[in-house]
């Protein structure tokens, strides 16, 4: 079985390069520089970013607001429970579960 790498969910340098446009509350300039402010983070970023945190608290709070959805998907495919799963954090696996809404047909 392969090895499973650990992805990093915010954006690489060569996204931001491609879309400078979409960065609000920085330039170009300071981006280059590595000084990006926090504002540069949408709310789906932050979400994905509190589970690799494993902040249970902000992901619960995010999920309450609608921000954050079980469903979601990060720009590689993986959703929130994936990489719950994937840190192997049992708390946060089963916040993500408790949130599911099965629909049968």
């Known amino acids: 079985m392969p090895e499973i790498e650990e992805v990093e969910v915010t954006p690489s340098s060569k996204e931001k390069e491609e879309e400078p446009s979409k960065i609000e509350g920085g330039t170009e300039e300071a981006e280059e520089a590595g ?5 540069v983070d949408t709310p789906e970023k932050e979400y994905f970013n509190r589970i690799s945190k494993d902040d249970v608290t902000g992901v619960t709070q995010l999920l309450n607001t609608g921000i954050g959805k079980v469903d979601m998907v ?7 429970l994936q990489h719950a799963a ?3 954090n049992k708390e946060m696996c089963q916040l993500l579960l408790d949130r599911v809404t099965i ?3």
């Open 35 to 39: 000084e990006a402010s926090a504002e």
């Open 74 to 80: 990060d720009e590689h495919g993986m959703t929130p």
């Open 86 to 88: 994937y840190r192997g």
């Open 103 to 105: 629909v049968i047909n």
